[in-house]
């Protein structure tokens, strides 16, 4: 009788074990998000804790293009924001996705300076001496890197800025060597320009130098049967989120309602 009540004992934990876990998952989600939206992700994460005080959203950073490889190695994300909406249709065509990619911001590059009034300068002034080192994103995986430098060709100063540039490997590192001094000027995101601590001066650069900023999310394989990534997915798309995303200088794309 002993051994069988401590037999039934077993069974129930074997059985209680998955259902625990499983719990504990759909309560718990990690996000991947590029690096433009630091700020106004980390409110969108505490703005939705609000109403759910039992769930985890973790959210790691970084450069769209590094996010993307690292899921496609099997990274334990369940949602992707990026600042290209290219990455998200990579990760579809690669059959790494649980859906279809879904815009929700267009983002703004911006040239930004602690030291200097940026109001009235234009791309094509980088050239001059003045300016110093110039920091950009590492274009070879930074969404905001790759149109700094289309920006910069555009104006004709690629080759004049070359030996100045300072690149970060994500558009907030870049943000972080202007706010330091590090780099004279720094062509950030206006999500960071908005959010910076140190004080400065920042003028956009023109949509017309470079491809557009479209964003989009989309979930991932693990993310797809996840309750709590669909709901926040759904979260990031209500009214109350994109007034968070417009508050730190984001275009919203038009939802059809």
């Not at 009034?117 to 050239?127: H, P």
Request: hydrophobic fraction near 45%; charge should be neutral.
């Amino acid at each position: 009788m002993k051994r069988f009540l401590i037999s039934c004992l077993w069974i129930g934990l074997a059985l209680l074990h998955p259902w625990s876990n499983a719990s504990a998952e759909e309560q718990h989600i990690t996000v991947a998000a590029a690096a433009d939206l630091h700020n106004a992700m980390d409110k969108l994460v505490a703005s939705y804790r609000e109403s759910h005080p039992g769930s985890t959203v973790e959210v790691v950073y970084g450069a769209s293009g590094m996010l993307l490889n690292q899921i496609e190695q099997g990274a334990p994300f369940e949602l992707f924001f990026s600042a290209d909406s290219s990455y998200p249709q990579q990760l579809v065509a690669h059959g790494k996705a649980g859906g279809a990619p879904v815009p929700y911001a267009m983002g703004h590059l911006v040239m930004w300076s602690a030291s200097i009034d940026m109001s009235q300068v234009k791309v094509a002034d980088l050239s001059q001496p003045r300016f110093g080192r110039i920091a950009i994103a590492n274009p070879q995986h930074a969404p905001y890197g790759k149109r700094a430098e289309q920006a910069l060709r555009a104006a004709g100063v690629w080759d004049a800025v070359q030996s100045r540039l300072v690149y970060g490997e994500n558009i907030a590192q870049t943000a972080q060597f202007a706010q330091s001094g590090n780099a004279t000027v720094g062509l950030i995101a206006e999500s960071l320009a908005k959010a910076s601590p140190v004080k400065g001066s920042y003028v956009l650069v023109p949509s017309s130098m470079h491809e557009p900023l479209q964003q989009s999310f989309v979930l991932t394989q693990r993310g797809a049967g996840n309750a709590l990534a669909k709901d926040f997915a759904q979260y990031v798309q209500s009214p109350p989120a994109r007034a968070i995303l417009a508050g730190y200088g984001f275009s919203l794309p038009d939802t059809g309602h």
